[in-house]
């Protein structure tokens, strides 16, 4: 370097410089809003969401089961060629214990959180969502899980309209 | 395609919070980069810049905002962004301007000033994740990482104290940075496994911190290196990229496939054969412990699963057979995201051509590799560069 240069530029400054005001800054608030249109693909999926069910689509070219759902195949990149069911419990493929919430703000009670891999669609396919009925300790990779849905009056066309998914019960297997 | 070379580099302190503006932390490292490889910028041809999104510093069009800073007014110039892989990439972009005969001379700057948003920059990532399918679940980014660490993890069997190593292992190195955000020379596995639980399994002192800087290479063809008999470089000989699928909860996120991609490319331009016999040193992108062995393993100096073990015999120390983050890396010196450059690009530049003082491999290291990644866990970007 880094041992011919004798100055190494940036003056340091503290949370506190900026927010009590020691150092000269400016502030500025954003408002910004937006609405997104949900998509050929998203629109069916989320409609269905709404009803209790979740929905891919196949490729003939790869014979993939893709989940979510797509109107194109992003491996053959042509046209997806039909809507299919598949079923709403699988396996947990990995997951988090989060002590953060969306801000980086500190909680006590962590949220369980991960992927879970759908039964009926291609391996590995799969949503990122809540688990529950099950504790820190209990969750591992590889548990069989199963959707709890919201009530259909609560429902309101999102990946929300599952309220988190449990432990598949031995007789439901 | 013609020869280049990095003929000098430069960087800021990097700092959790530092009082210049983008631009000025711009054009103390641009200036740093010039003043090294002797030159002005009216030598300079091109000017690439490379930052990473807009919102962190609440300034859109932020290229254009800091290009006075970058040398880049009334040139060629052009910002380029691969997420955390721009702090690699940018030198790619650079490098095509100098091999295709474009340019002679080529300034390369990244900047990144993410103590702007208030309170915490992760609120500004949550707006990297699918508007449908993730967020509405309030996701924090923590979380995808957390979720590949320990399918990394579980898949290969991997102990947490084996990925600590990696957390003292770098913080230990950047000891001897002066740029250096995180060093510590007492940290122990201990005191990483004792920190506190952000998400499970990362752990406070597992992760890299949100940082500000700036850094900078000069980039030079063979014949103005030769003309202007400028001393100090060092050889891009390969450079590589590749991005995976947007759709990550398809994705088995236990082998970063995309960085092998742009493994094999790079070695193949740098035409390496054998890169485990090959390649002296690695700076690969490590924001997490654990990414410095699942790009280690990308970058096929390790098989799968294996990393953890090299790093617990040593090989990856300083003095050992493969020295990786020789810098501090990013779990070290600090991750200002695209600024990293001056720890990955920059660092092989300063080892390749004896300059790194106290951070010197002791033995002779003729090629190194830099990495970086970003996006949804999806980008790799190589540069394989020689003595």
Same mark, same amino acid.
């Given at each position: 370097?880094?041992?011919? @240069?004798?100055? =190494?530029?940036?003056?340091?400054?503290?949370?506190?410089?900026?927010?009590?005001?020691?150092?000269?800054?400016?502030?500025?608030?954003?408002?910004?809003?937006?609405?997104?249109?949900?998509?050929?693909?998203?629109?069916?999926?989320?409609?269905?969401?709404?009803?209790?069910?979740? @929905?891919?689509?196949?490729?003939?070219?790869?014979?993939?089961?893709?989940?979510?759902?797509?109107?194109?195949?992003?491996?053959?990149?042509?046209?997806?060629?039909? =809507?299919?069911?598949?079923?709403?419990?699988?396996?947990?493929?990995?997951?988090?214990?989060?002590?953060?919430?969306?801000?980086?703000?500190?909680?006590?009670?962590?949220?369980?959180?991960?992927?879970?891999?759908?039964?009926?669609?291609?391996?590995?396919?799969?949503?990122?969502?809540?688990?529950?009925?099950?504790?820190?300790?209990?969750?591992?990779?590889?548990?069989?899980?199963?959707?709890? =849905?919201?009530?259909?009056?609560?429902?309101?066309?999102?990946?929300?309209?599952?309220?988190?998914?449990?432990?598949?019960?031995?007789?439901?297997? | 395609?013609?020869?280049?070379?990095?003929?000098?580099?430069?960087?800021?302190?990097?700092?959790?919070?530092?009082?210049?503006?983008?631009?000025?932390?711009?054009?103390?490292?641009?200036?740093?980069?010039?003043?090294?490889?002797?030159?002005?910028?009216?030598?300079?041809?091109?000017?690439?810049?490379?930052?990473?999104?807009?919102?962190?510093?609440?300034? !859109?069009?932020?290229?254009?905002?800091?290009?006075?800073?970058?040398?880049?007014?009334?040139?060629?110039?052009?910002?380029?962004?691969?997420?955390?892989?721009?702090?690699?990439?940018?030198?790619?972009?650079?490098?095509?301007?100098?091999?295709?005969?474009?340019?002679?001379?080529?300034?390369?700057?990244?900047?990144?000033?993410?103590?702007?948003?208030?309170?915490?920059?992760?609120?500004?990532?949550?707006?990297? *994740?699918?508007?449908?399918?993730?967020?509405?679940?309030?996701?924090?980014?923590?979380?995808?990482?957390?979720?590949?660490?320990?399918?990394?993890?579980?898949?290969?069997?991997?102990?947490?104290?084996?990925?600590?190593?990696?957390?003292?292992?770098?913080?230990?190195?950047?000891?001897? !940075?002066?740029?250096?955000?995180?060093?510590?020379?007492?940290?122990?596995?201990?005191?990483?496994?004792?920190?506190?639980?952000?998400?499970?399994?990362?752990?406070?002192?597992?992760?890299?911190?949100?940082?500000?800087?700036?850094?900078?290479?000069?980039?030079?063809?063979?014949?103005?290196?030769?003309?202007?008999?400028?001393?100090?470089?060092?050889?891009?000989?390969?450079?590589? *990229?590749?991005?995976?699928?947007?759709?990550?909860?398809?994705?088995?996120?236990?082998?970063?496939?995309?960085?092998?991609?742009?493994?094999?490319?790079?070695?193949?331009?740098?035409?390496?054969?054998?890169?485990?016999?090959?390649?002296?040193?690695?700076?690969?992108?490590?924001?997490?412990?654990?990414?410095?062995? !699942?790009?280690?393993?990308?970058?096929?100096?390790?098989?799968?699963?294996?990393?953890?073990?090299?790093?617990?015999?040593?090989?990856?120390?300083?003095?050992?057979?493969?020295?990786?983050?020789?810098?501090?890396?990013?779990?070290?010196?600090?991750?200002?995201?695209?600024?990293?450059?001056?720890?990955?690009?920059?660092?092989?530049?300063?080892?390749?051509?004896? +300059?790194?003082?106290?951070? +010197?491999?002791? !033995?002779?290291?003729?090629?190194?590799?830099?990495?970086?990644?970003?996006?949804?866990?999806?980008?790799?970007?190589?540069?394989?560069?020689?003595?």
């Amino acid at each position: 370097m880094t041992e011919r @240069v004798e100055r =190494w530029p940036g003056v340091e400054l503290s949370a506190s410089d900026l927010v009590e005001g020691k150092v000269t800054s400016t502030r500025f608030r954003p408002n910004a809003k937006y609405a997104w249109s949900a998509g050929e693909a998203m629109s069916r999926f989320l409609a269905e969401l709404q009803e209790g069910r979740l @929905v891919a689509r196949t490729c003939d070219g790869c014979e993939r089961i893709l989940f979510p759902p797509r109107m194109f195949c992003e491996l053959c990149f042509r046209p997806t060629d039909a =809507w299919t069911y598949v079923r709403d419990t699988g396996t947990i493929e990995t997951f988090s214990i989060s002590y953060l919430d969306k801000d980086a703000r500190r909680i006590a009670e962590p949220i369980l959180v991960g992927v879970v891999s759908l039964d009926g669609a291609s391996p590995r396919m799969g949503l990122m969502h809540y688990f529950g009925g099950m504790t820190k300790d209990e969750i591992r990779i590889g548990m069989r899980v199963k959707a709890v =849905w919201r009530p259909p009056e609560e429902r309101r066309g999102s990946v929300l309209d599952i309220s988190y998914f449990r432990p598949l019960r031995e007789a439901e297997r | 395609m013609r020869k280049v070379g990095v003929v000098g580099a430069g960087m800021t302190l990097f700092r959790r919070r530092l009082q210049e503006t983008p631009k000025e932390l711009c054009y103390e490292a641009a200036k740093m980069a010039l003043d090294q490889a002797g030159l002005t910028l009216a030598d300079v041809d091109m000017v690439v810049s490379g930052s990473a999104p807009d919102a962190f510093e609440g300034i !859109h069009m932020k290229g254009e905002y800091f290009l006075d800073g970058c040398g880049g007014y009334r040139k060629p110039y052009t910002r380029v962004f691969t997420g955390g892989g721009t702090g690699v990439f940018s030198t790619i972009a650079g490098w095509w301007h100098v091999a295709s005969g474009l340019a002679d001379v080529v300034l390369v700057v990244n900047e990144e000033k993410m103590s702007s948003c208030q309170p915490h920059p992760q609120s500004v990532f949550a707006h990297i *994740w699918d508007p449908i399918l993730d967020r509405p679940l309030q996701p924090n980014l923590v979380w995808i990482f957390a979720m590949e660490m320990n399918r990394y993890m579980t898949v290969y069997g991997i102990r947490k104290e084996d990925i600590a190593r990696v957390a003292v292992k770098n913080k230990r190195n950047a000891v001897g !940075h002066p740029c250096a955000q995180l060093p510590d020379p007492h940290i122990t596995i201990e005191d990483v496994l004792n920190s506190e639980v952000m998400a499970w399994p990362v752990q406070r002192l597992d992760i890299s911190p949100p940082s500000d800087g700036a850094a900078a290479v000069v980039i030079a063809s063979e014949d103005a290196i030769r003309k202007r008999k400028i001393r100090d470089r060092a050889w891009i000989s390969g450079v590589g *990229w590749s991005i995976d699928s947007t759709m990550w909860t398809d994705r088995d996120l236990v082998f970063p496939e995309y960085v092998a991609r742009a493994a094999k490319m790079a070695y193949k331009v740098a035409k390496i054969s054998d890169p485990r016999r090959e390649i002296d040193f690695a700076e690969p992108y490590d924001p997490f412990d654990y990414k410095e062995l !699942h790009h280690l393993e990308g970058l096929l100096l390790a098989d799968k699963g294996q990393a953890p073990v090299l790093t617990r015999e040593g090989v990856t120390e300083r003095d050992g057979d493969l020295p990786v983050c020789p810098s501090g890396g990013l779990m070290g010196v600090g991750n200002p995201i695209a600024a990293t450059l001056g720890i990955k690009v920059g660092e092989l530049f300063w080892q390749l051509t004896g +300059q790194a003082g106290e951070r +010197q491999i002791p !033995h002779d290291v003729r090629t190194g590799v830099a990495q970086a990644w970003g996006d949804l866990m999806q980008y790799g970007c190589v540069v394989v560069m020689r003595a």
